[in-house]
């Protein structure tokens, strides 16, 4: 049947850092398809993204995994055998949510292909006990399965199951006389178990060949991986001191910036004074002309003030000789009210003498 998509979206894919298990480093540089697959064949369930000619997700899924919700637009999960975390980044939030419910989906379609297969071991398992009933119970479930507590640490190799298959068919005249048609019926059905368990063994021979072959691959794709990493850890490095410069370079300009808008800020100012200049200047004008006026106005009242003063000093003079005038008259007047007074006496004294 093969494998097909059942569910496809697009996503930045991210894997967790195998050295800090912290940070998540990007394994595409934009968006990409990350598809669910299911193999018919297998009965089993994939998310595979490939970027280009790479791969960047094989994941098979498992009942065990489980998707997580980190943020609104991310989710990841866990696989244990490829020994990483996978992260995937959404343009929204609706993408995450329809691949976390398909992831749930896959998860239970798997638990359930798990749990069919295993009833159909113990069915067939059920069905061979069943058909060589001559053979002791407790030597068939040693002989064919291995013990109860061998089957739950770790199942029977087909190597075994093929031995033990033969030994059973050398043992079976032994056990007694037996019809020849059960008998078989027994052979044809060990032969074909036989035969599906040598092409399981061809098969996973091939199988081996196939890993070793993927493995060699794997280790090259490793080191060449490595040696990427080297040189992107140099550019990072070159990257680092660029970005280190960058932020030196980002600050300077940011200190030019302010002493530009200072400047501009003072040239600004400035203009705003050179267009108070012109006022300025009629003012200064206007009050030259005031002043020329005022000082004229000044020399003339300097003049009265000379002029004033001039008369002020004629007048004084004339006065202190209107004084002196006045003086003498009234020495004059004084000595005529004397004699005048002598002559009213000696009138009085002539009336009395009449």
Known sequence: MGEQPIFTSRAHVFQ?????????????????????????????YR???????????????????AFTKTSQKFGQWADSRANTVFGLGFSSEQLLTKFAEKFQEVKEAAKLARD???????TSSNHSHESSHETPPSTQASSVNGTDDEKATHPP??????????????????????????????????????N?????????TNN????????????????????????????????????????RLSLTVKELEAEINEKEQELERLREEAE?????????????ESLQTAENTNKELENKAKSLKT???????????????????????????????GFRQGLAKLGVDN
């Open 16 to 44: 967790i850092d195998p050295d800090t298990k912290k940070n998540w480093v990007p394994s595409s540089k934009q968006a990409v398809t990350v598809s669910y697959f299911y193999d018919g064949t297998r009965n089993s």
């Open 47 to 65: 998310i595979i993204s490939v970027d280009g000619a790479k791969v960047i997700i094989n994941s098979t899924i498992t009942p065990n995994m």
């Open 116 to 122: 069919r297969s295993q009833e159909k071991t113990e």
């Open 157 to 194: 190799s087909i190597e075994t199951l093929l031995k033990n298959n033969n030994n059973r068919i050398k043992m079976g005249p032994a056990q007694g006389p037996i019809p020849v048609k059960k008998w078989e019926q027994e052979l044809q059905t060990l032969r074909d178990s036989n």
């Open 196 to 204: 599906r368990l040598s092409a399981a063994l061809q098969e996973s």
């Open 208 to 247: 081996i060949d196939h890993w070793k072959k993927q493995l060699l691959e794997c280790k090259e794709e490793g080191d060449r991986l490595r040696e990427q990493i080297k040189a992107l850890e140099a550019q990072c490095t070159d990257f680092n001191q660029e970005k280190e410069r960058n932020v």
């Open 276 to 288: 108070v200049i012109p006022q300025l200047t009629e003012e200064c004008e206007t009050l030259r």
């Open 311 to 341: 008369d002020i000093e004629e007048r004084q003079h004339k006065q202190g000789n209107l004084k002196k005038e006045l003086k003498t008259f009234l020495e004059v007047l004084d000595g005529k009210i004397d004699d005048l007074h």
